[in-house]
């Protein structure tokens, strides 16, 4: 009896869940504290460090929950992150 891959297997079973929650909560925080950011203090030191912590909070929750999500979420997540970045560089 392997106690690693017995016990892992009941981990993983009980963590999906938990990071589901963390990776539904997370992305809209993590989106509404960007625009508080952006919208209210107009790229200020504040809004800077504001917008900076959303997008902290958007790769937690997208991290923690990566392993456990499909093929197609993770390229449509990965999309939705490029063209962010390239909005933001032009912008």
Known sequence: ?????????QLET????????VFMIAIPLGIIIIALGLLIFHLEAV???LMAGGV???I???G?????TDDVVKFVL???GLVAVIVLAYY
Do not use: H, M, N
Not at 14 to 21: M, R, T, V, W
Not at 64 to 68: A, K, T
């Open 56 to 58: 902290g909070i958007i």
């Open 14 to 21: 009980a963590e999906k869940p938990y990071y589901k929650g």
């Open 1 to 9: 009896c392997d106690d690693y891959t017995y016990c892992q297997k």
């Open 78 to 80: 990965s999309l939705i």
């Open 60 to 62: 937690y929750g997208v």
């Open 64 to 68: 923690s929950y990566w392993r456990f």
């Open 47 to 49: 809004g800077l460090g």
